[in-house]
């Protein structure tokens, strides 16, 4: 696996593999779940699902960025153990923070629950039904808030095994306990939430009990020291500006939507939207990775990182580009093969296509994040989503009038592209030279969008079925797969590293078949 060579390169393979088993069990979770909660509450319940999901979302602003300070200040101590004191004061200070925000967070969305009912979501249930179920919303929420605290610290103490063993358990707690209490019990959206309630405080507390036992040399209580926040002060000012502007972008059109439009339509677009984040989600394991690496890479030499951002950046691409490629390709035979229901009207495949477009340049535009992050100067992030955000709403504002689920859709397209054409750019002309810039926007977006969407789509035009709504799921899924086969040939092949892995594979064959 040369393409992720790396100081240290057995314990990051160790990491890596960890990571993306984590994304592959929330990839098939989703992709399993969401099927039964269509068929067992209906689409516009779902709608309520995708409002909890952006509630929770939005509030990660009140994380005021402590938790990516804390893992800074971690990954930047290396893999020392114990935990130095001076360290696990800081942590256990910023833990009891994270609790008391968590704490005051729930009972503020428990109190205004009947409000959310009633003035903001646009649906023909009743408000008392939504509103019992705001209302347990806000304690999964109180419950949940926490974890993520730790998991962030595991992070950052290079524990990669132990982060995602936490945030996947808890995860198939949720996702495998909800599906048997919807399809064997009572089937309800409160039975639903009161699993989540409970699978969320059960692992909040292993994971409280799991990172002391494990990172802590002291048997008693480590002892709370505010003072030392102010080690992490200016990390976590930027973070939390950075957060802001990020939570405000990602969630403002769920959140604006579930206003505008009825709960039926929200549940249309939240579907479009869990596909397309798989785009997202599958290279999501490499930044994880390798990010506390580079970042202690960063601190002893800057001049070795932009060669080991490449391979992560290549790496990421060879991940996602395939996914939203077959994706845009076709939408509608996903959304045939996955849901199979009459609810799903002809917008959600546009939809679809136009979201997957969306978060693949997203996914390009992340990279640059990374390399902001590594380098602790997030000045191009701040800037552009300023700007998108200004655009973002009332755009959405004027598209999703005029044009419905679709305009919003469209609205995520041109942020998309601006943020691709001036984040990366701007990240470079500090932190590389303009002949490097170029390289990235020539090798990493263009050359293979340029080989693999033509050869997906003449795969597609060949296979498309002649009666999509009569077509066997196996034969869609089998359609599918090989159309994402097509567009993952022609990313390798435009990707150095692989393309000489590649035919250095073949020639070996011809060798070893000539001989």
Not at 139 to 165: D, E, I, M, T
Not at 479 to 494: I, Q
Request: with cysteine.
């Amino acid at each position: 696996m040369d393409i992720l060579k790396y100081k240290g390169s057995k314990d990051t393979l160790v990491a890596f593999m960890a990571n993306v088993s984590s994304r592959v069990v929330s990839v098939v979770l989703t992709l399993a779940l969401v099927p039964i909660y269509l068929h067992v509450l209906g689409l516009e319940i779902y709608g309520v699902l995708g409002f909890y999901a952006s509630l929770q979302a939005a509030l990660m602003i009140f994380d005021f960025g402590l938790g990516g300070a804390v893992f800074r200040e971690l990954a930047k101590s290396g893999k020392r153990s114990p935990l130095p004191s001076d360290l696990a004061s800081l942590v256990r200070s910023v833990e009891v923070v994270y609790w008391g925000i968590g704490l005051g967070l729930g009972i503020v969305i428990f109190f205004l629950a009947r409000w959310f009912a009633e003035s903001w979501l646009n649906s023909s249930l009743s408000a008392d039904f939504l509103e019992q179920a705001t209302k347990l919303m806000a304690v999964s929420l109180l419950a949940q808030w926490p974890l993520g605290f730790y998991v962030s610290a595991f992070r950052g103490r290079h524990q990669q095994v132990s982060a995602n063993l936490l945030s996947t358990s808890a995860l198939a707690a949720r996702g495998i306990g909800g599906a048997a209490v919807l399809t064997w019990g009572s089937g309800t959206l409160s039975s639903l939430l009161y699993i989540h309630i409970f699978a969320n405080a059960a692992f909040t507390l292993v994971g409280a009990m799991w990172f002391w036992q494990s990172n802590s040399k002291e048997r008693t209580l480590v002892a709370m020291n505010f003072r030392s926040l102010a080690i992490i002060k200016t990390t976590a000012r930027q973070l939390f500006l950075a957060s802001i502007l990020t939570i405000t972008l990602s969630q403002m059109d769920r959140l604006l939507l579930s206003y505008l439009i009825p709960l039926r339509d929200f549940g249309t677009y939240s579907l479009s939207l869990t596909i397309a984040s798989v785009i997202l989600l599958v290279p999501a394991p490499v930044s994880d990775t390798m990010a506390p690496g580079l970042i202690s890479a960063f601190a002893k030499n800057p001049a070795d990182l932009w060669n080991a951002f490449r391979r992560v950046c290549n790496v990421s691409s060879v991940i996602a580009m395939p996914v939203a490629i077959a994706i845009m390709v076709v939408p509608d035979w996903i959304l045939m093969a996955w849901v199979r229901t009459s609810e799903i009207g002809p917008t959600a495949a546009t939809t679809l296509r136009l979201m997957a477009m969306a978060y693949l340049m997203q996914n390009l535009s992340n990279q640059a994040d990374l390399l902001q992050i590594v380098s602790n100067w997030l000045v191009p992030t701040l800037g552009c989503r300023a700007v998108a955000i200004a655009v973002l709403g009332p755009l959405m504002w004027v598209l999703v009038h005029k044009f419905g689920i679709e305009g919003a859709a469209f609205t995520w397209v041109i942020v998309g592209f601006f943020y691709l054409s001036a984040n990366p750019s701007w990240t470079f002309s500090r932190l590389a030279t303009s002949a490097k810039s170029m390289d990235w926007y020539l090798h990493g977006a263009l050359v293979p969008l340029l080989l693999a969407v033509p050869t997906s789509v003449a795969l597609a035009l060949l296979l498309e079925p002649e009666d999509l709504q009569w077509e066997s799921r196996l034969s869609l899924l089998a359609r599918c797969a090989a159309v994402y086969a097509a567009a993952l040939v022609g990313t390798l092949v435009s990707v150095a590293e692989f393309r000489l892995t590649f035919l250095r594979a073949v020639r070996e064959i011809v060798g070893r078949t000539s001989s």
